[in-house]
């Protein structure tokens, strides 16, 4: 079947720099994205990696392996702003996304 | 670029009476919008994929006769709470992919929250 796994919660320090990991098994694979979810928002796109390697912008950085079927998220200089859920979607063979039930990250000051 | 607006933000309806909710791609055309349901403290939860001109395709355990779904152009999607209930209150969201791209990159409308009193 199809799976995705992150944690499901985290907290980390203001200013601070945060790691969130993202394991998936999908039917086929074609991409891999991170979105951010403040409370009662809809989700908005951070990242997007096809390719294994480091993409970075700005405070956030994803990372992909795909041998290792294995992503992650990592947040620089952490902001009040940044508690939230981040969520992982696998795209699968049929380009449909496959979710993460999400990690919620809180910051403390 | 690339922005999608659903309406209503907001609704509070009585139990029974049936409620649209609309997702407009406003910059792009979508072949296929996607809705999803999100209960408090919990992660998106794909309702039906909706393809334009024809039938929405349910995911498992999601009523058709209740929820439905018309697609009728390439910029518009509807969604029909029919006979809500109080438990059909939710947070209900809306994403459309861009025709023609093969990256599978979605774009997100706001969200409607539905109350059922």
């Known amino acids: 079947g199809q799976n995705i796994d992150q944690p499901t919660e985290m907290t980390a320090t203001e200013g601070a720099i945060v790691q969130i990991n993202c394991t998936y098994q999908t039917s086929g694979f074609n991409g891999l994205f991170w979105y951010q979810q403040h409370a009662g928002e809809a989700p908005t796109f951070l990242s997007y990696n096809v390719l294994d390697g480091l993409e970075e912008k700005g405070r956030f950085s994803s990372f992909l392996s795909r041998s290792k079927g294995y992503s992650y998220l990592l947040l620089k200089e952490l902001q009040m702003k940044d508690s939230a859920s981040y969520l992982c979607a696998a795209v699968d063979s049929n380009y449909q996304l496959i979710w993460g039930a999400g990690t919620k990250l809180i910051i403390k000051p | 670029g690339a922005v999608v607006s659903q309406h209503p933000s907001w609704v509070i309806c009585k139990s029974g009476t049936s409620v649209k909710i609309e997702c407009r791609s406003l910059?792009?055309?979508?072949?296929?919008m996607f809705w999803y349901r999100q209960f408090p403290k919990q992660s998106l939860m794909l309702m039906a994929t909706?393809?334009?001109?024809?039938?929405?395709?349910?995911e498992q355990g999601v009523e058709k006769d209740k929820f439905l779904i018309n697609h009728a152009s390439l910029t518009l999607s509807t969604l029909t709470v029919t006979s809500a209930h109080p438990e059909d209150s939710s947070f209900y969201i809306c994403?459309?992919?861009?025709?023609?791209?093969?990256?599978?990159?979605?774009?997100f409308g706001e969200g409607s929250r539905l109350t059922v009193l």
């Open positions: 910059d792009f055309q979508a072949t296929t």
């Open positions: 994403s459309a992919r861009p025709s023609g791209r093969d990256t599978g990159e979605l774009f």
């Open positions: 909706s393809n334009e001109g024809s039938k929405a395709t349910y």
